[in-house]
């Protein structure tokens, strides 16, 4: 590996781990746990995913969809059914990957990813707005005024600084220099040690402390799934993204299988669930961070952290990473998609629209479906409308029917209006040469009509039938004449 490189991947490793602190302090309280359980989290899945993961560059650690998922768990069931949770989750995300499933992202539409991003840039932002209360109250007079003109002193470092230099990753300056300029004037402002004390030891093996039956299986299952399908897709949306950024391609199938093994450890050593994260995955590529050390570095300086630096690490200002992250929620919105508004369809606007709203109002695996079903809804819909028949009297008497388009459940309706067997002659011949057969309800749709024709006493003759079709109507146990 090339030295700017290394130093490069060391930077933003090192920024990283200061946007990482805060966040899964944060989640952990969410999700009512000890904040060391989301550290000792984002130190063990980082690491792992980074060392053994698809997608260099890629930041996982304990992540906020995560947390809100498991909640209800925690308050009703306690912590050692959270860990057997993350183990069964982990579980399911290696079976996930080792099944090639990650491929399914595919199946994602571009306007549902840019929902997703929206959305997410959006959360990420209004997390930030916890840090400006005391308490239940917002801060008001100096507190406020202090806490607001630091975070601007933060973002103005980290747009302006890198056109001055890029030697250094500005997040990192903007973090240091706040902190030293509050540590040297005394301000009277939060701190990170004010969130949570992060002293702790290094993690211990531990199996989880619950009755290993059928009972517990029920109660874990539905989290476990749904921790997993969450963790799943925020994992793979981010890894289009970190593709899209860098312009180079992961291998989602190895991520997924080496996030699973990583929550398993997670589990297994008493830290919390976890998947990639945007927001620190936007502020290791942008500080520079493209190899697989950058995440390592991060996830190592965690466990540093709070083994050694906690005294130092307590006295960063709260302000100085609530900038950061709002200069990253600017930048993990998709601007463009503001702009494209009156470029595309209007059914694009709407599931971009959707996605976004629905990931912020509720959760992420919820909207990244309903704007699947809203875009597939859309496409039947579409292809539906695009199915013609060409029709003309041939010289023997016979009329020709030429069928264009897909025929499938949503364009039965349209395929069978196209024909008059009522008052076309006694042969007709229909020309399948342009029209794709889809599933059963096209096999139907085509013996309805055979059906149709028979009954007003005329033959119906169909040529060119695709060797596709031609597997469907046998399977079907339908003849084709």
């Known amino acids: 590996m090339k030295p700017i490189r290394l130093r490069a991947d060391v930077l933003a490793g090192l920024t990283t781990s200061f946007a990482l602190l805060p966040e899964c302090i944060a989640f952990a309280l969410v999700a009512h746990l000890n904040p060391l359980m989301g550290l000792y989290g984002a130190f063990i899945i980082c690491t792992l995913t980074a060392l053994f993961g698809g997608r260099p560059g890629m930041v996982s650690g304990a992540a906020g969809s995560m947390a809100v998922v498991i909640v209800a768990l925690v308050v009703q069931h306690g912590v050692q059914y959270l860990l057997a949770t993350v183990l069964l989750g982990g579980l399911i995300m290696m079976a996930f990957g080792l099944l090639r499933l990650g491929k399914l992202v595919r199946m994602v539409p571009h306007p549902v990813m840019l929902g997703f991003v929206n959305g997410l840039a959006i959360i990420i932002a209004l997390a930030q707005l916890e840090h400006f209360k005391s308490g239940e109250d917002w801060l008001t007079g100096t507190p406020l005024y202090l806490m607001a003109g630091l975070v601007a002193l933060t973002m103005a470092i980290v747009y302006i600084l890198p056109r001055l230099t890029r030697a250094v990753p500005p997040a990192l300056v903007a973090i ?220 023997d008497g016979s009329k020709l029917y030429r069928l264009h388009g897909t025929l499938f459940f949503a364009s039965t309706t349209p395929f069978l209006n196209q024909f008059d067997p009522a008052n076309d002659p006694a042969r007709v011949t229909l020309d399948c040469r342009h029209l794709s057969f889809v599933d059963y309800s096209a096999i139907a749709a085509l013996k309805t009509l055979r059906e149709r024709y028979a009954k007003a006493g005329k033959h119906l003759q169909v040529f060119h039938l695709s060797e596709r079709c031609k597997k469907l109507l046998k399977r079907a146990g339908e003849e084709h004449h």
């Open 176 to 395: 240091l220099g706040v902190g030293l300029l509050v540590y040297l004037f005394g301000l009277p402002t939060r701190t990170l040690g004010d969130m949570a004390h992060i002293a702790g030891g290094l993690p211990t093996f531990a199996v989880p402390d619950i009755p290993w039956n059928l009972e517990t299986l029920r109660i874990i299952a539905p989290y476990a799934i749904l921790m997993a399908l969450v963790g799943l897709l925020e994992t793979l949306l981010t890894l289009n993204l970190t593709d899209e950024i860098t312009e180079t391609r992961g291998y989602p199938d190895r991520e997924c299988v080496a996030l699973g093994a990583a929550n398993m450890v997670s589990g297994a050593f008493g830290g919390m669930g976890g998947c990639a994260m945007i927001g620190q995955t936007v502020i290791n590529l942008s500080s520079g961070g493209r190899g697989r050390l950058s995440g390592v570095v991060a996830g190592v300086l965690i466990l540093l952290f709070i083994l050694f630096l906690s005294p130092l690490i307590e006295r960063i200002p709260l302000a100085a990473l609530v900038g950061v992250m709002f200069v990253v929620s600017q930048q993990t919105f998709a601007w463009a998609s503001l702009r494209v508004v009156n470029k595309v369809p209007l059914n694009d606007v709407l599931v971009i629209i959707a996605v976004t709203t629905i990931t912020v109002l509720t959760d992420l695996a919820t909207a990244v479906l309903c704007g699947i079903i809203i875009a597939a809804l859309n496409f039947a819909w579409q292809q539906a409308r695009e199915l013609y028949a060409d029709a003309h009297l041939e010289a």
